[in-house]
């Protein structure tokens, strides 16, 4: 049994355009929050906004979290909120073999998964109840790493390590990730391109749970980081089995 409400609540999801992001903050308006999705892609907030019917609890917004000055305006404006949550992730180029690996492509990888989430942290403290959570989304591969994810094995490590750190500064705020294993998001369409649905079946096959994950599975585990008073500092891992096998 969950202890926080989250009827009436106001929750930023950033990255919540798409993916395990927008199925969160469509089960969140279902429970009567007051969400706003953040993104870098008016085109895609607006597709959003299509996709979840105009709610009336719907907010969103353009930023970008890796400049800092669009974080700071972010809060600037937002007024009190009671929970942050991130799925943002910027994997384009970065699963590449050594060889390949262009800097620029792995900077962004830590842009949108590091320095993002710590400026949410920085800035968003502040505005965030004592009862408030920040959940963020990590990865299998920092367990199951695969040839051409060293990049991405790397910076979701990097962000659990920054998720127990900030437990500890922050609190009593709750600081948690997700540990997402693979799960069926356009994101696969970056990472296997016309291979996508050939390589999501033979992981499928692998896996304990018999599937890969859905967005609403992602969904169902950080509803539960914002909804239980007495968890921080966790990583929770939704992988199917994944670091089994």
């Given at each position: 049994m969950t202890d926080i409400r989250i009827e009436?609540?106001?929750?930023?999801?950033?990255g919540g355009s798409s993916g395990m992001g927008l199925a969160l903050a469509r089960r969140l308006l279902g429970e009567g929050a007051a969400v706003t999705i953040a993104g870098r892609s008016e085109d895609k907030l607006a597709a959003a906004r299509r996709d979840l019917g105009e709610h009336p609890g719907l907010a969103t917004v353009a930023v970008d979290i890796s400049r800092e000055e669009e974080?700071?305006?972010l809060f600037g404006n937002s007024g009190p909120v009671d929970h942050?949550?991130?799925?943002?992730?910027d994997i384009v180029g970065a699963y590449q073999l050594l060889p390949k690996i262009e800097l620029t492509a792995a900077q962004r990888v830590v842009e949108s998964k590091i320095y993002g989430p710590l400026l949410l942290a920085k800035y968003g403290a502040a505005h965030l109840p004592p009862s408030g959570s920040i959940t963020y989304t990590s990865g299998v591969a920092a367990y199951r790493p695969a040839a051409r994810g060293s990049v991405v094995a790397a910076v979701n490590a990097a962000l659990e390590g920054l998720v127990r750190a900030l437990a500890v500064e922050l609190a009593p705020i709750r600081i948690n990730a997700v540990s997402p294993g693979w799960v069926d998001t356009p994101i696969w369409s970056f990472v296997a391109g016309e291979a996508k649905q050939a390589t999501l079946d033979a992981m499928a096959q692998r896996l304990p749970a018999g599937r890969v994950g859905r967005p609403d599975d992602i969904a169902d585990a950080i509803r539960f980081l914002i909804g239980n008073g007495f968890t921080t500092g966790t990583i929770l891992h939704v992988?199917?089995?994944?670091r089994l096998v």
């Open positions: 009436g609540a106001k929750i930023i999801i950033v974080v700071a305006a942050i949550v991130s799925t943002a992730a992988e199917g089995g994944h």
